[in-house]
């Protein structure tokens, strides 16, 4: 999304655009005011800034993947840590999910048809934060060939617990409802593998890169409640507003609480 998924909503919201817009059910989180209608000219505008830890960053400790040879092999030269803070060199704070939460464009937006990418290579889960459109398809990868489990769980989906034996390299599951509030997903094989998602009805989101940076394109002009949410800091939310043909800057900081 992003280095991580920033592009993970799919392709332009311009060529998804339905020209009347009267009628359609406003997106979770979106305003029940009646919305003029909004041609593809219009959707020109974009939001875009950073992240950033404040303070001193926690020094997270190695993972002992000793019970597993094969993940103990992949890590050994470089032993992963955890991924609760992970801090780039200018104090961006990395898998951060940020979305639009108001004032959303009354668009259908069709699911794309290229998949979310899960991988589990080195019994590591990457991405570790991303988001996924209703409809999307996750893709789970098992390129280690040993056994994993994908444990999902969604409040407002259907959760599952899929195991993948080491002859199972690829799962498919897709996720129905609007979900904006990021869920787990764990290995209970090995306990250390944890990633978090949640499930859109639009595209207007992200998540921060190595650099704390983020980018949301294709929204008309407007003002809009943007979220950000990260695993241990929590929630803030901001409201902005960008011009037409404009790019409004946000930020956001957090630290340990």
Known sequence: ?????????????????????????????????????????????????????????????????????VCDAANKQNPQRGEEWVVG????????????????????HAAPTEPVVFDQAGCVYRPHVFGIRTGQTLRILNPDRITHNVNAQPKVNRAFNAGMPGVQTQLDR????????????????????TAWTAVLDHPYFAVTGPDGSFTIPDLPAGTYELEMWHEVAGVQ?????????????????????
Do not use: Y
Not at 15 to 34: I, Q
Not at 99 to 107: D, I, R, S
Not at 239 to 257: K, L, M, N, Q
């Open 1 to 69: 999304m992003c280095v991580i998924l920033a592009g993970c909503g799919g392709g332009s919201a311009v060529d998804r655009v339905n020209e009347s817009v009267s009628g359609l059910p406003a997106p979770s989180g979106a305003s029940t005011e009646a919305r003029p209608t909004v041609s593809a000219a219009d959707l020109n505008a974009t939001i875009s800034g950073r992240v950033s830890f404040e303070g001193d960053v926690p020094r997270l400790g190695v993972i002992n993947m000793a019970t597993e040879q």
């Open 237 to 257: 939310t901001q409201t902005i507003t960008v011009g037409s043909d404009a790019t409004a800057e946000a930020s956001f900081a957090v630290s340990v609480r």
């Open 89 to 108: 060199e200018g104090g961006g704070l990395a898998n951060v999910l940020v979305q639009v939460k108001t004032n959303l464009p009354a668009f259908d």
């Open 174 to 193: 897709t996720f129905d409802d609007v979900e904006t509030t990021p869920f787990s997903v764990r290995c209970n094989v090995h306990p250390w593998m």
